[in-house]
């Protein structure tokens, strides 16, 4: 088992920034390729960005590309997501998710992780 535990919600202005971090506990943080994926209401949940076990490796959706940035800090078992030049529709439940160990493709798909945090709310105002 893996824990994860999200913070760094809150509310910010458009054009503000936030970072989130997530803490995990219990199996080999360091070996764990994780993702970080978001929910607004009424929608599905979808993939913000992912990075590889030893952070050599990224990816982001689109959506997000330029703005957001994922890292991670093995040592302190905590990936993190450096969001800049927030817009209201980045308004959403943020999670953690942890995928596989020692993988070498980065997945997109919430389906494909194994672990999962309990959410961190983000509220962009305009």
């Known amino acids: 088992q893996m824990q994860l535990v999200e913070s760094g919600g809150g509310l910010v202005q458009a054009g503000g920034s936030l970072r989130l971090s997530c803490a995990a506990s219990g199996r080999t943080f360091s070996t764990y390729a994780m993702g970080w994926f978001r929910q607004a209401p009424g929608k599905e949940r979808e993939f913000v960005a992912a990075?590889?076990?030893?952070?050599?490796?990224?990816a982001y959706a689109d959506s997000v590309k330029g703005r957001f940035t994922i890292s991670r800090d093995n040592a302190k078992n905590t990936v993190y997501l450096q969001m800049d030049s927030l817009k209201p529709e980045d308004t959403a439940v943020y999670y953690c998710?942890?995928?596989?160990?020692?993988?070498?493709?980065?997945?997109?798909?919430?389906?494909?992780?194994?672990?999962w945090g309990q959410g961190t709310q983000v509220t962009v105002s305009s």
């Open positions: 990075i590889s076990w030893s952070g050599g490796s990224t």
């Open positions: 998710a942890a995928d596989g160990p020692y993988l070498s493709v980065l997945s997109t798909a919430a389906k494909l992780y194994d672990y």
